[in-house]
């Protein structure tokens, strides 16, 4: 046999042998495809049959449950910001900024001082003439009146100078938007007593939302899904009112919409029919969201107390405490009937405000009041107004947000010794 001829006869055999154990691989798929057995999206969710249609006592357990998706935060210096921009639109972020080679470059930020019009160079027959040098204007030192920074803010600290070369925190305009949102609070208002002469009164209200902080806290629901559900019942109930057995209705539709509205994976419809014990089918569901949709004319922008809170609490750099007691303060006012008509914005700083005077008797300082936009004269009468609320809750039989912040998730801030103090008893009595 030729050497030309082996090498044929070598060649054909690792081919055979290539064709026999990809045919191997591809029996073994076809088995474990025929193996798997065929799964549904509604067969992962939780069970929620204890909780069924009527309120009951919550059980919160400790264990760790995965949170919700993040992104990862890539931080790029400028000179990477600039390779982005003109490199393909496939190039990772990841790899551009774990880019151990590159510089940093650090741009100088320069002010641009205004200077003269200078004219035009004259041509003369008999001899040229230089224009003059550019000659900078003397800066303006007059005193700019009361918006002048040095003595308008000269005690307020800028919170977001740190965060420039953030573009997540948009340091650049996050003023702008809280601005845009207190304009947003006001705009969609709830009225003080819009359910009086109504068929559904404050309490049946108060009973639905306590319900809804036990489907809340079952489904795992991000917190802005929680006051956004509630937002929604109020402002559909003062422009629609509905019978007594359509109000469990309106508040699992309610609940729906704003899942679909803030979660990442919203509850099926499903879901909703079956934690009512089948009191309402997915048809009425559906119909009623498009009620809701209708009557609301789509808009559900309207800020929610949680987002001032969050800004309010970077202001006053206040520690996880602090923070917490005053989402529980918060998560007390959506039960209560007689605080629907109160702005988010002054629910949220009057909930800091009460929670830094509770722990450690903090001030409210002039950072807060700018970023706020409330001073604590001006929020003494809510704050008053939480303290009873903190007294009311430990007689209620509304327990469900009492039991949901006595958890160790929670920090256990609803048992702390200072929501008995007697500063707390004085501001509630002078409320009452």
């Known amino acids: 046999m030729t050497t030309r001829a082996a090498s044929a006869s070598l060649a054909n055999a690792r081919t055979h042998s290539n064709s026999e154990n990809t045919d191997q691989i591809i029996a073994a798929t076809k088995s474990n495809m025929i193996q798997r057995p065929l799964t549904s999206h509604a067969s ?8 069924g249609n009527k309120v009951s006592a919550i059980s919160i357990s400790d264990a760790t449950k995965k949170g919700p998706v993040k992104k990862e935060i890539v931080q790029l210096t400028s000179r990477q910001q600039k390779i982005l921009t003109k490199s393909k639109a496939t190039t990772s972020l990841k790899a551009l900024a774990e880019d151990g080679g590159a510089k940093q470059e650090h741009e100088a930020f320069h002010f641009l001082q205004p200077t003269e019009t200078v004219p035009k160079p004259v ?13 900078p204007a003397p800066m303006d030192i007059s005193d700019a009146g009361q918006e002048a920074f040095s003595k308008a803010l000269f005690n307020v600290q800028d919170i977001d100078a740190n965060d420039k070369e953030n573009p997540q925190l948009v340091s650049e305009y996050v003023n702008d938007i809280y601005n845009y949102m207190r304009v947003l609070e006001v705009k969609y208002p709830i009225k003080c007593n819009y359910l009086e002469n109504k068929e559904i009164t404050g309490k049946m209200r108060a009973i639905l939302i306590d319900w809804l902080c036990q489907v809340h806290h079952r489904f795992h629901l991000l917190q802005e899904t929680l006051y956004l559900t509630v937002a929604i019942i109020d402002r559909f109930l003062q422009e629609n009112p509905v019978s007594r057995n359509k109000l469990q209705l309106v508040g699992v539709t309610s609940m729906l919409i704003a899942s679909k509205y803030e979660e990442m994976y919203a509850p099926e419809v499903a879901d909703f029919v079956y934690i009512t014990d089948n009191a309402y089918t997915k048809k009425e569901i559906l119909e009623m969201e498009q009620t809701v949709l209708k009557t609301l004319n789509f808009s559900f922008g309207r800020p929610l107390c949680l987002h001032f809170l969050r800004r309010n ?6 520690d996880a405490n602090k923070h917490t007691l005053a989402k529980y303060l918060m998560e007390l006012t959506i039960v209560e009937y007689d ?8 629910i949220a700083a009057a909930a800091l405000c009460l929670s830094m005077k509770l722990l450690d008797n903090s001030k409210w300082t002039e950072t807060l009041n700018h970023y706020s936009s409330y001073s604590e004269k001006d929020l003494f009468q809510t704050m008053q107004k939480l303290a009873s609320l903190v007294i009311k809750a430990e007689n209620s039989k509304l327990t469900a947000v009492r039991t949901k912040y006595s958890s160790s998730k929670f920090m256990k801030i609803s048992t702390l010794a200072a929501l008995k103090s007697p500063v707390i008893k004085e501001m509630a009595a002078a409320c009452t």
């Open 44 to 51: 992962h969710r939780n069970a929620l049959g204890d909780i």
């Open 339 to 346: 605080m629907v008509q109160y702005l988010p914005s002054q």
């Open 313 to 318: 609490s970077k202001a006053g750099q206040v």
């Open 123 to 135: 041509t003369v027959p008999t001899a040229t003439v230089h224009p003059q040098p550019n000659v």
